[in-house]
């Protein structure tokens, strides 16, 4: 075989292929315009003639014409400096003595006293000086004009510094600077009272405090009028002054100390408004697709979230850093002033809100993060904002996963603090929204979830093509489900589910570990409220437990009003399959429920009212007939001792247990007892007590109750409960729930209800006069009397006299 001939390819050819290559690679740089090129210009060309009269100018020219404009006093004057070698440029000049020219102009010369020149003076003044300092340089300033004259000779001393000193010296300047900026104070008034004594001290300058207030309200005035400015100009039209961001931004960072805390103020504030009304309530995402062509329209959109991203970034990293002073570290002695504490706090202010108004957007996990640390400052003001902020997620949450963020940093916090903690840490998880949850429902379906795939697993031995299909089956099935919004359901019920399994760790772990903290109480009630979703193998062992610590008798009245109201909360629910004897709780709730009065436990009557709506009516069929009857008896004593609103709900619940059992109408009827014995309502075994054997005597005090509504329903028991008739009650109160009763008649709010009615005016009873029992001594006491109304001016010794007589009188009769 013959060998085949490589073809040749052109230079052009080779080169097109190379730019397709990159082109399609995206690696070629195409210039669409060329640049012009710069046309050189050459210098024009002279004529003859011209160059001719130059040679003639440059020949003829040798330095004479310039000579001859010099004056011959300059001549002198440069010749003696030369020789003298006072100045250093004339120091490699020679002179010649040859000089020309017509002196045609004078200059007037200023001297001194000895008709020497200034310039001369100077001079020697400078060489003295270097050769008495050695190493040291000294510099001549010029002469400065006074009211007095001109004051001459002023120098001033400078070492001579090495490279290496150089670098050292500017290093101690940024230092000092550094310090200088960290030192800047706070305060406009302590800026005023720092710059006080500075004027003082100079003579010359003396300006009042009123000039100063006038100048800083001129420059506040300013820095207010741009901040309002750029922020409507933003609002107005943000993609196109976007540019206005990073103004406001600066304003942030002001550093003159005269308006330093004013305008950070309100620019923040001004930032907070403008980006709660520009942030959309989604997410942002700036991922581009490589390869796409957009319109103009839409890379203008792009370019604006993107600055809006930053430019929210930034913000909310100067919020961090001027919030962050509130949190006190190790080792840190620096004690805030309070214009800082005011700032800081402001700063926190501003991220609760946004955080609150755009709870989706991005950062948003990053921000409740950060804010969730602050529900254990020393600092009540602090602790109630955050606090307020995170309620109004728990409750304003519907996709549930910022709650979920939120429960899981403080079940971080919380197990990294040892639960020495404040009560506001675990007392928001009260605002969750965790009712509908069954964990134990949970737990069955993932079980039978589980047991079924593994039974098919065994009976299908699936091939590959299978499992594409039914891969491809799953993923139809997804869509669909999001189609009807069911999968949104499933995410969401999920993501409650391991919310309340976070929440029950932190409430065991404090029962366990911590018993004896300050938390305790709101982990009780945090377990009074959500025990129905507590999964059935913890119901016996949490039963166990509270029973443990109501015995040690260290615990607050409040606090075992919570355990009792957590136990029966699970004994109502699903535990009531439990085989658990409550009759021990009903003992602790009847011997404390003489312990609350109208004093500073009339709050927790809340709490007793739904226990005894738990106990009595949810669990009468459970509840022995004694045991009612003593019940119903204490109910009635307590309501004597609490304010009206409290009697009210305690009534509310004695009228409906006398409308579902009628074995209570004995308490009515004064004068047949249905036992032997008598009442012992000092004993704490409401089995024991005889209750029976009294009536509700009770009623009659409060049908003379100061409230109105107290009477009528007081009077509707008192009647056997009618619902018709005489003693009924009107139907706005028969309808009312003892909570209900409770609430709407709170006089917290400094609103009595019903209105107190004016009282009216009774007519004026007719004063009767003494009368005497011996008419001849009422007669002699109207004329003292008289005599008394008569004689006011006369003499102190008159009045004496007849006082006497008048005493004598009545002690001979």
């Known amino acids: 075989f013959q060998k085949t001939k490589k073809l040749k390819i052109s230079k052009v050819k080779t080169n097109n292929q190379k730019r397709t290559k990159l082109s399609k690679q995206g690696k070629l740089k195409l210039q669409r315009h060329k640049q012009p090129k710069k046309q050189i210009q ?297 214009p800082g504490i005011i700032l800081s706090e402001i700063a926190l202010t501003c991220m609760c809100e946004l955080l609150v108004t755009h709870p989706y957007f991005n950062y948003s996990t990053n921000i409740a993060n950060f804010l969730v640390p602050f529900l254990d400052n020393k600092r009540p003001s602090v602790r109630e904002k955050v606090f307020n902020c995170m309620k109004n997620i728990f409750k304003d949450d519907k996709r549930g996963e910022l709650s979920l963020v939120i429960v899981r940093k403080l079940n971080q916090y919380i197990k990294q603090r040892g639960h020495s903690v404040h009560t506001e840490l675990v007392q928001v998880l009260l605002s969750l929204r965790i009712k509908d949850i069954d964990l134990d429902k949970e737990r069955d379906d993932e079980m039978k979830q589980k047991k079924l795939m593994s039974h098919k697993q065994r009976i299908l031995a699936l091939s590959k093509r299978e499992r594409k299909k039914s891969k491809k089956l799953e993923a139809v099935e997804k869509e669909l489900l999001e189609t009807k919004a069911e999968e949104n359901k499933v995410e969401k019920q999920k993501i409650l589910t391991e919310i309340t399994s976070i929440v029950f760790t932190i409430y065991f772990r404090i029962l366990k570990q911590a018993p004896n903290s300050q938390v305790l109480s709101v982990c009780l009630e945090g377990l009074a409220k959500f025990a129905h979703c507590i999964n059935l193998e913890f119901y016996q062992d949490l039963v166990n437990v509270i029973n443990t610590l109501m015995e040690e008798k260290n615990l607050g009245l409040r606090e075992q009003l919570h355990c009792i109201q957590t136990v029966f909360t699970i004994l109502s629910g699903q535990g009531s399959a439990l085989n658990i004897d409550p009759y021990r709780f009903y003992v602790h709730l009847y011997k404390n429920l003489l312990s609350i009065n109208a004093g500073k436990n009339q709050q927790d009557c809340l709490i007793i009212i739904k226990i005894l709506i738990q106990v009595l009516i949810n669990r009468r069929k459970k509840i022995t007939q004694n045991r009612l009857i003593a019940f119903i008896k204490r109910i009635a004593t307590m309501s004597l001792q609490l304010q009206h609103h409290g009697s009210l709900g305690l009534l509310g619940i004695i009228k409906i247990i006398m409308h579902l059992t009628k074995s209570i109408e004995g308490l009515l009827d004064t004068d047949a007892n249905s036992g032997d014995g008598f009442y012992q309502p000092e004993l704490d075994e409401p089995e024991c007590c005889n209750a029976y054997c009294t009536s509700l005597w009770e009623l009659v005090a409060l049908q003379r109750h100061y409230h109105s509504v107290v009477q009528k329903i007081s009077r509707n028991i008192a009647a056997g409960v009618p619902v018709n008739g005489d003693g009924c009650l009107p139907p706005e109160y028969a309808k009312l729930k003892p909570e209900d009763l409770y609430e709407q008649f709170d006089p917290t709010g400094v609103v009595f209800n019903p209105s107190i009615p004016v009282p009216k005016k009774a007519p004026q009873k007719n004063i009767k006069h003494h009368e005497f029992a011996n008419f001849e001594f009422g007669e002699y006491v109207e004329n003292i009397c008289k005599q008394d109304d008569d004689n006011d001016d006369d003499d102190a010794e008159e009045s004496e006299n007849i006082k006497c007589n008048f005493y004598d009188c009545i002690m001979k009769k």
């Open 42 to 338: 050459k210098p024009p060309q002279l004529k003859p003639e011209d160059n001719q009269d130059d040679k003639e100018e440059e020949e003829s020219d040798h330095g004479e014409d310039m000579l001859s404009m010099v004056e011959k006093d300059d001549m002198d004057f440069l010749e003696s400096a030369v020789n003298s070698k006072s100045y250093n440029i004339l120091k490699k000049i020679r002179f010649n003595d040859t000089t020309s020219g017509d002196d045609k102009k004078r200059r007037k010369r200023k001297l001194n006293k000895d008709d020497t020149p200034i310039e001369d003076e100077y001079e020697e003044t400078a060489t003295k000086l270097e050769e008495e300092k050695g190493n040291k340089r000294v510099r001549m300033l010029l002469p400065v004009k006074t009211s007095d004259g001109f004051i001459k000779n002023r120098t001033i001393e400078e070492e001579v510094v090495d490279d290496d000193d150089d670098e050292n010296n500017d290093e101690n300047k940024e230092n000092k600077q550094d310090e200088k900026e960290e030192k800047e104070i706070d305060s406009d008034e302590e800026v005023i009272a720092d710059f006080e004594p500075e004027i003082k001290d100079t003579e010359k300058e003396k300006i009042s405090t009123i000039e100063l207030y006038a100048c800083r309200e001129e420059v506040l005035r300013s820095k207010k009028f741009k901040i309002g400015l750029l922020s409507s100009a933003l609002l107005e039209n943000p993609e196109l002054k976007k540019s206005n961001f990073k103004a406001l931004l600066d304003l942030m960072e002001e550093r003159n100390p005269e308006v330093k805390i004013t305008v950070r103020k309100i620019a923040t504030v001004s930032l907070f408004e403008v980006f709660k009304d520009l942030l959309p309530s989604y997410l942002l995402n700036q991922t581009k697709e490589e390869g796409v062509k957009y319109k103009k329209e839409t890379l203008l959109l792009y370019g604006y979230e993107e600055t809006l991203l930053q430019s929210y970034k930034r913000y909310l990293t100067k919020l961090e850093k001027m919030s962050d002073k509130l949190r006190k570290k190790k080792g840190e002695t620096k004690v805030l002033t309070l």
